[in-house]
């Protein structure tokens, strides 16, 4: 059973030391390529353009910088060029900073500095309040193509909001729309 796949009523499901970013959680077997997608329709065209991708990447071309000059732009399916299936068993971006020792491969149309609300909100919050979004994210069943879609959709953060105590839910609502429920 994958860890993603334990009883919504079990009691501590998070066993692993909290991360700093939900971008990648391999105890979950989760990866988020949500800041390289625009507009998703379906989850299996992104599927299979992403097959598409790695395949471009893994027999066409003979370095990564080969390959960064022929990721600029975005599919016809709404994903980037440079997603792929990664050897790790992830999702992502080989000309990514962290699959290149900190040195940043992407060119063109890469949204370098993007971060979706749920990060952002993810990288304010303590330890507790992480420690229930990523309990949130094991009961939901998501693989890495609706985990990604969640997140760039804004699905993941509003159904964590929804289901957190009043309180941190309007203090949260508040910070995400801008709005207070006093006013």
Known sequence: MCPNEIEPEAPGLWKWDIP?????????????????????????????????????YTKLYSSKEAFADSTIGITDVGVCKGVVNLEDGSVGCPLHPKQNDGKDLRTGDCLRNYECNALRHYKKWPRDRRLQFLEHVARGNFDTYSYSMANANNTLIISFLETSPPSFASRLKEVFTGNSDGQ
């Not at 329709?41 to 991708?53: F, G, L, S």
């Open 20 to 56: 700093d970013a939900i971008c990648q959680l391999p105890q979950l077997h989760l990866s988020c390529f949500g800041c390289c997608g625009y507009d998703w329709a379906t989850i299996e065209p992104v599927k299979k353009q992403i097959v598409m991708n790695t395949f471009y």
